[in-house]
């Protein structure tokens, strides 16, 4: 084989893949904060949050599905665990602020904010926001919780008019 044509498999190989995994991706709802490809969390392993204690950017290579929405993994046991049971590890609200759903919005969740409470990941919008929900978390999951029955199928934008 030549370099040309082992260049041009891989290319072609990456291509599919890529396709495939937007493809697949594109459907997200608006009940999970993803981005336009669909990608959840920015790419982190929600996993990682339970069994390394800390925010870890998954790879590209090792993807799940799960509510339409694309996750990323740092391994493959990450991965099966997820696979196994995607509740157990996918963030409250769909990733979403988790101070912000208690306000009745939808803010982006930032993986590096984060905490779990009760084997629930919350993410949040910022530190500060993050400081402030910490003040007052089972009075902010409370009124999130109560929120989310109301804006889950909403459009971000529009709980902003």
């Given at each position: 084989?030549?370099?040309?044509?082992?260049?041009?498999?891989?290319l072609?190989?990456?291509?599919?893949?890529?396709?495939?995994?937007?493809?697949?991706?594109?459907?997200?709802?608006?009940?999970?904060?993803?981005?336009?490809?669909?990608?959840?969390?920015?790419?982190?392993?929600?996993?990682?949050?339970?069994?390394?204690?800390?925010?870890?950017?998954?790879?590209?290579?090792?993807?799940?599905?799960?509510?339409?929405?694309?996750?990323?993994?740092?391994?493959?046991?990450?991965?099966?665990?997820?696979?196994a049971?995607?509740?157990?590890?996918?963030?409250?609200?769909?990733?979403?602020?988790?101070?912000?759903?208690?306000?009745?919005?939808?803010?982006?969740?930032?993986?590096?904010?984060?905490?779990?409470?009760?084997?629930?990941?919350?993410?949040?919008?910022?530190k500060?926001i993050?400081?402030?929900?910490?003040?007052?978390?089972?009075?902010?999951?409370?009124k999130?919780?109560?929120?989310?029955?109301?804006?889950?199928?909403?459009?971000?934008?529009e709980?902003l008019?």
């Amino acid at each position: 084989m030549t370099k040309t044509t082992s260049l041009t498999k891989s290319l072609l190989g990456g291509l599919v893949f890529s396709v495939a995994l937007a493809t697949a991706s594109f459907a997200a709802g608006v009940d999970v904060n993803a981005s336009s490809t669909g990608l959840a969390m920015q790419g982190f392993d929600p996993v990682a949050y339970f069994t390394e204690g800390e925010a870890n950017k998954g790879s590209y290579k090792l993807t799940a599905t799960h509510d339409e929405a694309t996750y990323w993994f740092t391994s493959e046991e990450n991965k099966a665990l997820f696979e196994a049971n995607p509740e157990a590890y996918v963030p409250a609200y769909g990733g979403y602020c988790a101070f912000g759903a208690a306000m009745g919005f939808k803010f982006d969740g930032d993986p590096h904010q984060w905490k779990i409470v009760d084997d629930v990941l919350y993410l949040n919008l910022s530190k500060d926001i993050q400081e402030r929900w910490v003040t007052d978390i089972p009075g902010y999951i409370e009124k999130a919780d109560v929120n989310w029955e109301n804006i889950e199928d909403a459009d971000p934008a529009e709980l902003l008019q």
